[in-house]
């Protein structure tokens, strides 16, 4: 069994930051890949930013320069730096984990269970 857990969400206001933290725990034989992904009220969820078990990371065009996601491989977790935040970066933000439980298994998609974020204007 797998589990996603967020911590970090809140309310502040425009221009402010906040820092998201998720940890992976459980069956995690091998973890390609950690991010997140954010639904904003009455739309689609999106990618925000995922760090590849190769180093590599890739964000959302509407948060590059303000996002930064970093990833502990060592301890299963990913965290997500957000500065300079906009009302539009308002939402539920799940951290999402490309996982093998064991080996020989998967890999599947985990989530957790989400974060609000809210940014006033």
């Known amino acids: 069994q797998v589990q996603l857990v967020e911590s970090g969400g809140g309310l502040v206001q425009a221009g402010e930051s906040l820092r998201l933290s998720c940890a992976a725990s459980?069956?995690?034989?091998?973890?390609?890949?950690m991010g997140w992904h954010r639904q904003a009220p009455g739309k689609q969820l999106d990618l925000v930013a995922v760090?590849?078990?190769?180093?590599?990371?890739n964000y959302a065009d509407s948060v590059k320069g303000r996002f930064t996601i970093s990833r502990d491989s060592a301890k299963n977790t990913v965290d997500l730096q957000m500065n300079s935040l906009k009302p539009e970066d308002t939402g539920v933000y799940y951290c999402?984990?490309?996982?093998?439980?064991?080996?020989?298994?998967?890999?599947?998609?985990?989530w957790g269970q989400g974060t609000q974020v809210t940014v006033s204007s």
């Open positions: 459980g069956s995690t034989f091998s973890i390609n890949a």
């Open positions: 999402n984990a490309h996982i093998m439980p064991t080996a020989g298994r998967g890999p599947y998609n985990y």
């Open positions: 760090a590849f078990s190769a180093g590599s990371t």
